[in-house]
């Protein structure tokens, strides 16, 4: 009985110092960010009464808006659809069970993970800075991005495949060529594409978010009207974006549920 | 007389045949898309010639970028701390507010279908919207600054904790709550006695999750201006301090990996 108390103890003792630790790291977050109840209630009542001054919504920018989405929607497509195609000879490097050899696959990991800490938006302002605002800077930065995650999960795809196939026909003489078309990518395929669609869910919202750093899409109605609060425009553009990600979402949804 | 016994009237035509209109479904499907991207990428411009028009100017930015300038450090730390307190305050208010939204949010807890269904819808509805369009809003609402960005993130964990934790109730043992509930408890000690038990662990580890989250959003939200490193970043770019930034965006790696190493770290004791 006696060590048993004594693990109990322990235990105890580490909660409650965790959870005073936390109360001291929350205090100081706080006053670090400067902000007090009848701030907070302030601060929430007024956005509260923006949301208001929303509606109704400008129904005369509607078709500006729609073009604007549209340009969202295909920096995200076009996007993804880079970022597909250049994560495909990445994940075979990096992934540790079909050919490269060991350092030469954790170079391609590392290299995978260094462009994944970039987020989008990030990059956006980079490649603004470089190639003047507009859609191609959103583009390519949903294309970088969009390199990293899905190599990330297309190496897991493939280092989960079953080698069995393989190794048949490799003892029935098959090159390596027809060993990857007939026993490599009827596994992988369908899990490729499934990745790439729900990225594309991804990559739409974040697609939305980049004209605020001038790199295209709706972004840029909405960091206009922002600037200068016209919110009844912003009160459209969100309801736009709102439903537009949400029929993204759907079919999305539907069409992974149709592969997988 | 030939008596037809029910297995033999065998149809050939019911053997299942490879199919043929799959086949069709997939070509159609993918020539749409390959249509699609053509038509995107005329639109946006993007070919050859403008990529490589522009990658001379991106080399030079790299460039210019490096090596990064460690000397501007110490102005850096006030932001980078700001970035984690806003994180920090985000999280926890946001994940405390999530306490009984996703208790209204779980068919096991709460029997009032309409209250659900309307929580339920106002979760999605929040997480359509991404985060730092939340802050773009905020700040054009308050003000430049922290606060704004803080705001953003309650509302935004808020409505993950919520729905995971939701989530979770929803598959939770309902026979304790049926125990409490017959020997005679009142709505708010089955919670406390038969739900929160089961739920905090999760409940715990979906907060941490987002705390991660959240610090990785914290460094992009002074982009928009809503206070942090991001904005440290931005007026650096803006005043063409190359290796300051550099210097920021390594920073903000290191920063970023340290805290999800830790915050795994803590799930993994937690479940």
Redesign the interface.
């Known amino acids: 009985m006696r060590p048993e108390s004594n693990v109990r103890k322990r235990d105890k003792f580490i909660r409650w110092s965790a959870f005073i630790l936390s109360v001291i790291v929350l205090i100081w977050a706080t006053l670090g960010v400067n902000i007090n109840f009848g701030e907070l209630i302030a601060g929430i009542s007024s956005i509260v009464n923006i949301f208001g001054l929303m509606f109704p919504p400008d129904m005369s920018y509607l078709s500006n808006t729609l073009v604007r989405m549209m340009e969202s929607v295909t920096i995200a497509l076009l996007g993804t659809a880079i970022g597909s195609v250049l994560a495909v000879p990445v994940a075979f490097i990096a992934a540790q069970n079909l050919f490269a050899s060991s350092f030469v696959s954790w170079l391609g990991r590392q290299i995978l993970n260094a462009i994944r800490t970039f987020p989008s938006l990030i990059l956006a302002v980079f490649f603004v800075a470089s190639f003047g605002p507009g859609q191609l800077a959103g583009l390519l930065a949903v294309g970088i991005h969009s390199t990293g995650m899905l190599g990330k999960l297309y190496t897991d795809v493939i280092e989960d495949i079953d080698t069995g196939p393989i190794s048949a026909m490799e003892a029935s003489g098959a090159n390596k060529l027809e060993v990857l078309w007939y026993a490599v990518f009827p596994q992988i395929l369908p899990e490729f594409i499934a990745t790439s669609i729900y990225r594309f869910e991804i990559n739409m919202r974040a697609s939305t978010v980049l004209g605020l750093v001038g790199a295209g899409g709706i972004g840029v109605i909405l960091s206009q009207a922002l600037n200068y609060r016209r919110w009844p425009v912003v009160g459209i553009a969100l309801i736009v974006i709102v439903i537009g990600v949400t029929i993204v979402d759907y079919s999305s949804a539907y069409l992974r549920k149709k592969i997988v | 007389m030939i008596v037809v016994s029910s297995n033999s009237n065998f149809d050939v035509s019911k053997i299942p045949r490879p199919n043929k209109s799959l086949k069709r479904n997939w070509t159609i499907g993918l020539l749409i898309a390959f249509a699609?991207?053509v038509?995107?990428?005329r639109?946006?411009?993007?070919n050859f010639n403008?990529?490589a028009d522009?990658l001379p100017?991106?080399f030079?930015?790299i460039r210019q970028m490096y090596p990064p300038k460690w000397a501007t450090f110490p102005s850096l730390i006030e932001p980078f701390?700001?970035t984690?307190?806003?994180a920090?305050?985000g999280t926890?208010?946001g994940a405390v507010i999530a306490i009984p939204v996703s208790l209204l949010a779980a068919n096991t807890v709460n029997k009032n279908n309409k209250l659900y269904l309307v929580s339920k819808f106002i979760m999605n509805?929040i997480r359509?919207?991404?985060r730092?369009?939340y802050a773009?809003?905020?700040?054009?609402?308050?003000g430049i600054g922290?606060?704004?960005g803080?705001?953003a993130l309650i509302f935004f964990s808020l409505a993950i904790v919520a729905k995971l934790t939701s989530e979770s109730l929803e598959a939770i043992d309902t026979g304790p709550i049926e125990a409490i509930e017959t020997s005679g408890a009142n709505k708010l000690e089955v919670i406390l006695y038969s739900v929160v038990p089961q739920i905090a662990p999760s409940y715990i580890s979906y907060s941490l999750y987002v705390f991660e989250v959240n610090i990785?959003t914290s460094?992009?939200l002074g982009?928009?201006g809503a206070?942090g490193i991001g904005q440290t970043?931005?007026t650096s770019?803006n005043l063409f301090m190359y290796q300051r930034a550099a210097t920021i965006?390594v920073a903000t790696?290191a920063l970023?990996?340290i805290i999800d190493l830790v915050s795994t770290k803590l799930r993994e004791r937690l479940i």
């Open positions: 699609f991207l038509y995107s990428a639109n946006t411009g993007f403008t990529v522009g100017d991106f030079r930015l701390i700001e984690i307190q806003i920090i305050v926890f208010i509805l359509t919207v991404p730092i369009l773009a809003v905020f700040v054009a609402a308050v922290p606060f704004p803080v705001i990785r460094t992009v982009l928009v206070g970043l931005m770019l965006i790696f970023v990996i």
